[in-house]
């Protein structure tokens, strides 16, 4: 059976499926685009669960503009938002729980040392 055919797609019109593992083919666009919306999700559900701002200024405009800074790397199982990996909201949180929310600044001068933890 191959990998990958050209198929229509309701959403994409012809475009690539590839084969999955329960051996149905899927269109790569739409699997993409269900990781994407997933990882947004995982986003928004961390930040509510972080509580919605950055822990040293209170910035709260962007969620883009928040990260999660792990408090003592040497805890760190993975980074939450590393290598486009889509994981459990179990595990995501107990990966949270070892992390402060920081804006990208207070986080870039945390990294500097400007901030201390």
Not at 8 to 31: F, N, S, V
Not at 91 to 110: F, G, P, S
């Amino acid at each position: 059976m191959e990998k990958e055919v050209i198929k229509e797609c309701k959403t994409h019109g012809d475009t690539t499926y590839i084969l999955r593992a329960d051996g149905r083919y899927r269109c790569k666009q739409c699997a993409t685009d269900s990781v994407i919306k997933r990882r947004k999700n995982i986003k928004t559900k961390s930040i509510e669960y972080k509580g919605g701002c950055c822990e040293v200024c209170g910035y709260d405009k962007c969620k883009e503009a928040l990260h999660f800074h792990h408090i003592n790397p040497d805890d760190k199982e993975f980074g939450i938002a590393a290598n486009g990996l889509t994981r459990g909201w179990e595990k995501v949180k107990r990966e949270l729980d070892k992390c402060i929310m920081v804006c990208a600044n207070c986080h870039a001068e945390i990294h500097a040392g400007f901030v201390e933890l």
